[in-house]
């Protein structure tokens, strides 16, 4: 059974940097793009990054480019996402969501529960 | 940039009934670059339907996706009380790589 679970979402001041986790687990890791999306009452779902299945190739949201991180560590079968300059507009639930093959993924075949992140002073 | 509109933003209706959903994208996208998904409060969204009109693994044959160029649609043959919920259609292409619609609720009357 493929399962994602993500962690590391906190309250954070803005301008502060975070780091969140995505433990994938029922399914060849290494063989499988993988994604962020998040979601917001507001704006509804936004994807926000992915990788590659070797991390050649990486995307991001015209938003969050220049300030996020994607990345990934196959030994560990982890996804990761590195935040700098946290924003109010950064809060959100923030999902792993694996690709439908290990380079272009046309959509989301598996997603995690989400982990909250609210950035507020 | 492609933008996704479902309609109508919420759908209030019986279980046993028919359900049509609308996505209209501002361009044309391709077949294979438009997917479905069900979301229930507090849970994760589910593939329900890719490359437009096939149902991804598990998914009940109730669940149908036709449309093509700018035009999209789901169905819900007849709805059991599981399938209230919400929805959202997802293109991929270029800028942004990937958009959602804005959902469209799935309510019971």
């Known amino acids: 059974e493929v399962q994602l679970m993500e962690s590391g979402g906190d309250l954070v001041q803005p301008g502060r940097s975070l780091r969140l986790s995505c433990a994938a687990s029922g399914f060849t890791f290494d063989n499988y793009a993988m994604h962020w999306v998040r979601q917001t009452p507001g704006k509804g779902l936004e994807w926000v990054s992915g990788i590659t299945w070797n991390s050649d190739t990486s995307a991001y949201a015209d938003s969050v480019r220049g300030r996020f991180t994607i990345s990934r560590d196959n030994a560990k079968n982890s996804l990761y996402l590195h935040i700098n300059s946290l924003r109010d507009d950064d809060t959100a639930l923030y999902f792993c969501?694996?690709?439908?093959?290990?380079?272009?993924?046309?959509?989301?075949?598996?997603w995690g529960r989400g982990t909250l992140l609210t950035v507020s002073s | 940039e492609i933008v996704l509109t479902q309609s109508p933003d919420t759908l209030s209706l019986s279980p046993g009934e028919r359900a049509t959903l609308s996505c209209r994208a501002s361009q044309a996208v391709a077949s294979d670059y438009l997917a479905w998904y069900q979301q229930k409060p507090g849970q994760a969204p589910r593939l329900l339907i890719y490359g437009a009109s096939s149902r991804a693994t598990g998914i009940p044959g109730r669940f149908s996706g036709s449309g093509s160029g700018t035009d999209f649609t789901l169905t819900i043959s007849r709805l059991e009380p599981e399938d209230f919920a919400v929805y959202y259609c997802q293109q991929y292409g270029a800028s942004p790589l990937y958009s959602f619609g804005q959902g469209t609720k799935l309510e019971i009357k």
């Open positions: 969501a694996k690709g439908r093959s290990g380079t272009n993924s046309y959509y989301f075949d598996f």
